[in-house]
Each structure stands twice: as structure tokens, then as C-alpha cells.
């Protein structure tokens, strides 16, 4: 019995059990299912949609290297910023190569007298007007013209010792305005895609000045090596702008020192995009540059200080009756300007114009020399001459009373004396001129004295100077005297001769009666008011034959016709009514005045121009203008003369065109001259 009560229990249970799970459980254990078959569902989905997501992360990132991968090989091949620094941008004149085209500009301003800088800043050229400007430039030193007076030159070596800074075009119209510059000249030129580089930065683009507000935490800079990089960034920017490196080449390499010395501690002085390496590279370039530069200068003002070391230089110009006389009368024969008067005396040599401004009454006479020798020797003739000053050599008082201070040293380099003070000068003397007025470029010190220590109102002696020009005949040369030496005839001789001088300028006399033209200005200077960059210029005269009278006689007319060989430049300096008024006076070089130490210029023609009066008989017309088929009825010249990139030399241009009776014009190639 109990056997088949456990089975009835065992059922039961088994009921209660099913009934249990399935039913009572119900609502807990499906939605426990339900919901894990949805997690279930939920992941392959999340999967899934990852799945998709990887897929196109994969695809993202295989675009992102493949752009990478184009971006490198456009770096590598067309625009990396290193490729893109050294590159190499071809001068504007020359075969010069610069990675930088401030370097490129500064060397265009420093060797060939073009200022980038200045001439956008003047003329205010925009963009498009500097590009032009440049293809304009190219498109000119190809066909071998001058970018500025546009004169044909008949080499690239003769263009280069033409070229010069201009100060205006005619009729105010540039030449470069034309659309058809805007198409480049050079293919692919880097210099055009370059130069407008650093226009949000300073006008100048890269200057010293720009290191020191960059300057980093590793090394400050003194106010005095500011200041002197600040002087040095001045006359690298442009060294023509001041006429010349005005202060000694000592300072120069100093402050060049100072320079590299900066560049090594971190300063930042190139655009953003260049790399470090390069920076550092432009900044030696430069100071290196500067050195050369320098170097270059203080041997060539050794040498020049040297050469009036010697005593035979001095008496020649003080046996020079004309040019000594001349100022001797302008000193002592106005005493209302030098009594009293503070005197500077800028390079004194032997200190003879001091002693005239001592005799004459003035009350302090500064005689400035750069030659150690000379100085020394002025001081020594002042002091025999109980004139030297106890400010000078040191000297005892009771041994020096005299008025004349000598100080040794170029004028540019006497800011730092303390002695002198600015503006404390009454009356600047100078005998300055070199051949053609303006060799040895002493001009420049004299108005570097002038605006440093001249006072308002204050005097300069002489304070005019005037540069004429005439055509000269066959006397002029010396075809003469090589057709009859002894009575034999060695004319080969003479032609050689000639056209040796149509390279060279010569400087000797010539006899007035020599003189086959009307003589005319070439150019005027006014030294109280002129500024440094007027020492260039350019000039056109006009020449008309010098003859008396017209005659109809054809016997005589060989007689009324002549050769003009060449031109003919000397000058006179003033010593006006402005400041000498009881004895104004003139120092003559001309051709019909008793000869000077200065002599004349002489700028030989390549061939002879023959000139007439009007139209001359036997003359049909159909002859080259110029020969004795047509003589000229005038020459007009048009001349340059610009310091030249070797300091104290000038660079002398003369494009020459012949005009007819009839208005036919007939020109010649530029002829070139260095005096240096």
C-alpha cells in the first residue's frame, strides 16, 4: 500500500513541479529569453554596424595615407619649404645666384645701384607693379639697355658700369606700365613669386633690425650693441642711400661680429617659413658679405689716405696758384664771416686752409685728417706757428694757445667726440673736388659734416660747384704730335692712341682755341641744400658747332667745318654773395683759365663728328649725319655720372647722336669710363 502511495506522491509532485516552471514562471523566465534573444540580436547588430564602421575607418585611412603620400611627393617635388628657400633666384643684372631675395635686393642696391625697396616705396607700385617692374628689368639687361635712361650698351660688361640709380622718367610715366609685362620674361622665375614675401612685415624685409625683436631667452643684447646694429642695419639696407659705408670699416666688422654673435644665440631675422637652417645661412651670408665689404673699403681708404702721405701731393696742389689763391682770398678777404668763427676743416692735409682761418680771425678751427701722417704733420706746422691748440696731440697748455684743434680721423667717425658738439660749427671748409668735380667721393664727407655739425644759418665754403661740358677738336688729342715726330710720320701711332682714350677718360689740359663747341652746364650743385644721392645724375646737353660766320664760298669752306673728337668736362666751385660778401670768388678748371693741378676730363669719341653751321655747300643730304657729306648742325649727349661699386670711383656714360641740318639723327653706342 504504502508503494503505491509514493507513486501517487511522486506524480503529483511532478505536476506541481511542471505547473511550476512552465505556468507560475512564466512572465519571469520568457521575458528573460525574450530579452536575451534581443541582447542576442543587439550584439550581431553592434557587430554588424561596427563591421561597417571599420570598413570605413579602413577606407578614411587609406585616403589619409594616400593623401599624405601625395602631399610628401607635392613637398617633395614642388613646394617644399626647404626646396622652396633653395631655390635659386637669378640677379636682376648679373649671374648672381641668391636663395633669398632680400639678399637678392640688396645686392642689386649695393652692386648695381637699383634699390627694390626704395623704388616701390616711392613710386608706391603695388603688386602687379613690382612684377612688372621686374620682367621689365629682365626683358631690358637682355637686349643690354639700361633699365632707368633705357641707353643701349654694346656689352653686358658695359652695362654694368653703366647702370645707376634714377631719380625721375620723363614726363612722370613709367616705363614698365604695360600689360605686357605681367607675362613673366623667365620661365618658371622664382623671384617673382618671392619678392612679396615679407610685405606684412617690416618695408625692408629682412634687416638686422628684425634680429632683435626676435631675440630669444638665451642672451640679451646692451643698449650699445643695439645701437650699433641698428647703425650697421642702416647701411646695409642701402649703402648709396648715404652716399657711402660712412663709418670706419673697424666699427663695420664690429658690429659684423656683434651680428654673428646673435645669429648664434637663436635670433630670428628671416620670413616665417624659412627653416632655421637657412636662416642661420642668410644671416652669415650677409655678415660675410659685410666683411668683404668692409675689408674692401678700409684698404681702399688706407690706400687713398697712403697716397696723401706724400709731401710731393701736397705742394703740388698748394703750388696750384689758382686753387690756393682762390681760397685764400675767400677766407681772409671776409672778415665779417670768419672773425670769431668756429671753423671746420674737413681733411686738412697740411692744415694750410686752418692757418688761413686762424689768420683770419676765427676763434676755433677743427682741422679733421684720416692720414696718422699728415695729421701729425699738421699739427706740427700749427704748433711752429704758435696756432695749435692744447685740445690737440695732448699737448701742454702753456706750450699750446693757439686756435687750431687737429684731430686724426675720417669726419664720419668723430660722433663719439665729445668736444665737438653738434650744430656747433660756424663756417664748414673744405677742398674737397677731385677730378671731374666728383672723384674721391669727399663730396660726401662734407655733407655728412654739413648736416652733423653745421649750425642753422652756417656757412660753407665754397658752397657751389658747376660741372660744364664742350666738344673738342682735333688739337684735343694727340693726332698731332704723332704725324710728324722728327719729320717721320707715325699717325699709326696716334690712331692707336685714340682709340685706347675712347676706353679710358683722360685727365689733362686742353688749350681753349681747342674748344669746337658752345660750352654748356652739365650739372649744377648746391651744397648748402643737395643731398647725398644727387652725387648720381644724369644729364642732356646740347652742343652747337662754334663758328663765327657762314660763308657761301666753297673755298673757304673747309675752314668753317671741323672734327669734334670728343667732350671736354670741368667745373668751377663758388664762393658766392651768400656768404662772402665783401669778396665773392671763383676756383675755375676751364680751358680758357691759367691751368690747375685738376686739369680736365677728357672723353674721347670712338670716331670723329664732323660739324658745320647750317647746311653746308657740297652737302646733298645723302651722307651719314656727322660726316663731310653732312655735317652735324649739333650733337646732343646725354651723360651719367654715378659713384661706381669700387668706393671713391665713378662711372662715367656718354651716348652720343649727331643731328643734320635736315633734323636726320644719327646715334652711336654708348661709350663706358671708370675713373677709379
Request: a negative charge.
Amino acid at each position: 500500500m504504502w508503494y503505491i502511495g509514493l507513486v501517487q506522491f511522486c506524480y503529483f509532485f511532478s505536476l506541481f513541479a511542471f505547473y511550476y516552471i512552465v505556468v507560475y514562471n512564466t512572465p519571469t523566465v520568457f521575458p528573460m529569453a525574450r530579452d536575451y534573444k534581443q541582447e542576442e540580436n543587439g550584439v550581431v547588430a553592434l557587430r554588424k554596424e561596427r563591421q561597417e564602421d571599420d570598413i570605413d575607418l579602413d577606407q578614411d585611412e587609406e585616403e589619409d595615407e594616400e593623401d599624405q603620400q601625395n602631399w610628401e611627393d607635392w613637398n617633395e617635388e614642388d613646394g617644399d619649404d626647404e626646396n622652396v628657400y633653395d631655390t635659386e633666384m637669378l640677379c636682376l643684372f648679373c649671374d648672381s645666384l641668391y636663395t633669398c631675395s632680400n639678399l637678392l635686393f640688396q645686392h642689386c642696391a649695393s652692386a648695381h645701384h637699383f634699390d627694390f625697396n626704395a623704388v616701390k616705396k616711392i613710386l608706391s607700385l603695388d603688386f602687379y607693379g613690382c612684377f612688372k617692374l621686374i620682367n621689365y628689368i629682365r626683358f631690358q639687361v637682355s637686349e643690354k639697355t639700361c633699365w632707368g635712361c633705357r641707353i643701349t650698351c654694346e656689352s653686358k660688361q658695359e652695362l654694368q658700369h653703366h647702370l645707376h640709380e634714377v631719380a625721375s622718367f620723363e614726363n612722370n610715366k613709367l616705363p614698365w606700365d604695360d600689360d605686357k609685362y605681367l607675362t613673366p620674361f623667365m620661365e618658371e622665375d622664382p623671384l617673382l613669386y618671392s619678392f612679396g614675401d615679407d610685405e606684412e612685415g617690416e618695408d625692408d624685409g629682412y634687416m638686422p633690425e628684425n634680429i632683435l625683436r626676435d631675440v630669444g631667452s638665451s642672451e640679451k643684447v646692451s643698449n650699445d650693441d643695439n645701437c650699433a646694429i641698428e647703425q650697421f642695419s642702416s647701411k646695409i639696407k642701402s649703402p648709396l642711400e648715404n652716399g657711402e659705408w660712412s663709418s670706419s670699416p673697424e666699427s663695420d666688422i664690429k658690429t659684423a661680429n656683434l651680428l654673428e654673435k646673435s645669429t648664434c644665440n637663436g635670433f630670428v631675422g628671416v620670413g616665417e617659413g624659412a627653416s632655421s637652417h637657412q636662416k642661420v645661412k642668410d644671416k652669415q651670408l650677409i655678415i660675410s658679405s659685410a666683411e668683404v665689404a668692409a675689408n674692401e673699403i678700409k684698404d681702399i681708404n688706407k690706400n687713398y689716405f697712403g697716397s696723401y702721405s706724400s709731401f710731393g701731393i701736397h705742394r703740388e696742389m698748394i703750388s696750384d696758384k689758382v686753387r690756393t689763391d682762390a681760397y685764400r682770398r675767400a677766407i681772409l678777404e671776409n672778415p665779417s664771416l670768419l672773425k670769431g668763427a668756429v671753423v671746420m676743416d674737413v681733411g686738412c692735409g697740411t692744415g694750410i686752409l686752418s692757418l688761413f682761418a686762424a689768420q683770419a680771425g676765427a676763434s676755433r678751427v677743427i682741422a679733421v685728417e684720416a692720414s696718422k701722417k699728415m695729421a701729425s704733420v699738421a699739427a706740427q706746422v700749427a704748433k711752429d706757428n704758435g696756432l695749435l691748440s692744447s685740445e690737440s696731440s695732448g699737448e701742454a697748455k702753456h706750450h699750446c694757445t693757439g686756435k687750431i684743434e687737429v684731430v686724426q680721423a675720417m669726419v664720419e667717425e668723430l660722433e663719439n667726440a665729445k668736444h665737438i658738439k653738434p650744430q656747433s660749427v660756424d663756417v664748414l671748409l673744405s677742398e674737397w673736388m677731385g677730378y671731374c668735380l666728383l672723384y674721391e667721393s669727399m663730396l660726401s664727407s662734407v655733407l655728412y659734416a654739413r648736416d652733423k655739425w653745421l649750425k642753422p644759418g652756417g656757412a660753407i665754403l665754397p658752397d657751389t660747384a658747376t660741372i660744364f661740358v664742350a666738344g673738342f677738336g682735333r688739337g684735343g688729342t694727340s693726332l698731332p704730335f704723332w704725324e710728324n715726330v722728327y719729320g717721320f710720320n707715325m699717325s699709326c701711332i696716334g690712331k692707336e692712341v685714340v682709340e685706347d682714350a675712347a676706353q679710358l677718360p683722360l685727365v689733362d689740359t686742353i688749350d681753349g682755341c681747342d674748344i669746337v663747341t658752345e660750352t654748356q652746364v652739365l650739372q649744377s650743385f648746391d651744397l648748402m641744400t643737395m643731398k647725398h644721392q644727387e652725387m648720381d645724375f644724369t644729364a642732356k646737353v646740347e652742343l652747337a658747332p662754334k663758328f663765327d660766320a657762314l660763308v657761301d664760298d666753297p673755298a673757304e669752306l673747309s675752314s668753317k667745318m671741323g672734327n669734334c673728337h670728343g667732350l671736354v668736362l670741368w667745373f668751377e666751385t663758388g664762393f658766392t654773395k651768400r656768404f662772402c660778401r665783401e669778396m665773392p670768388t671763383i676756383l675755375s678748371t676751364s680751358p680758357n683759365t691759367p691751368k690747375t693741378h685738376w686739369s680736365q676730363t677728357i672723353l674721347t669719341f670712338k670716331e670723329p663728328i664732323t660739324m658745320g653751321k647750317g647746311k653746308q655747300v657740297g652737302s646733298d643730304g645723302s651722307g651719314a649725319v656727322g660726316s663731310d657729306a653732312c655735317p652735324a648742325a649739333r650733337i646732343q649727349s646725354r651723360i651719367s655720372i654715378v659713384r661706381a661699386a669700387q668706393h671713391r670711383s665713378i662711372d662715367i656714360s656718354m651716348e652720343i647722336s649727331a643731328i643734320g641740318p635736315d633734323g636726320r639723327r644719327r646715334s652711336w653706342p654708348v661709350q663706358m669710363f671708370k675713373m677709379e
